[in-house]
């Protein structure tokens, strides 16, 4: 899922300006999961920023308001009366939320409340960690399940660097090395075999060195035409 961290309130404040009306929108899907931008921390958001408004003597209305996904404008499109009554709007969605907002409605200022950080998962209570860098060329089928592009360092596709040591990265000690893991993991599998296999250069085009990426399902297009 995506995981993103609130923003500092200061820095909020700062983005918020001089303007009266904000809307505060929470986004019940990753950042909820994540504890980031559900419509407990919409909330939170909300009356943090109207107490600060008012010690600071700010004339300011504050409301809040949570759609399923700010990342598909059906669902932006049921809170639209409040967006229109909203002088500037507080996105507490990821970076996708923040730009399907500000498209759907060209004549609103948008806002983020979030820092989007990656695409991860939670190994812990109150812990998320990276594991894949969205390349557009999955390899998990060759290194057992295990992203070397997301999870090494240093993107390594063919081994480890040589600069680990007992397991661990030389970058960060604290990182377990992504290659270590995946011997481990093909090594109790049997299939340390899918390994002598040299991987070519990658293709970074399919990531974000060929600029923002699309994908078409021409069936889906032709399925909604005919509906």
Request: glycine fraction near 10%; aromatic fraction near 4%.
């Amino acid at each position: 899922m995506i995981i993103a961290e609130q923003k500092p309130l200061d820095e909020i404040m700062g983005l918020l300006g001089s303007d009266e009306r904000v809307l505060v929108v929470g986004c019940g899907t990753c950042v909820t999961v994540c504890f980031a931008g559900g419509a407990r921390e919409a909330a939170i958001v909300a009356a943090s920023v109207r107490m600060t408004s008012k010690l600071n003597s700010v004339p300011r209305e504050v409301t809040d308001v949570t759609v399923q996904r700010q990342c598909e404008w059906e669902y932006l499109d049921e809170i639209k009366e409040q967006i229109s009554d909203a002088d500037i709007i507080l996105s507490l969605g990821c970076g996708i939320g923040v730009q399907a907002i500000a498209e759907r409605f060209p004549d609103k200022w948008v806002v983020p409340g979030l820092n989007t950080t990656f695409l991860g998962m939670p190994t812990e209570q109150g812990v998320w960690i990276e594991r894949c860098a969205a390349c557009g060329d999955c390899v998990l089928g060759i290194t057992g399940g295990i992203c070397p592009i997301a999870r090494c360092s240093k993107s390594l596709l063919n081994g480890p660097c040589g600069g680990s040591e007992d397991g661990h990265c030389e970058i960060n000690p604290d990182i377990d090395c992504a290659w270590q893991l995946i011997y481990d993991r093909l090594s109790r599998l049997g299939r340390l075999d899918a390994l002598l296999e040299l991987q070519p250069p990658k293709n970074w085009s399919t990531s974000r060195d060929g600029g923002p990426r699309k994908i078409t399902r021409d069936d889906l297009r032709l399925a909604a035409e005919e509906e």
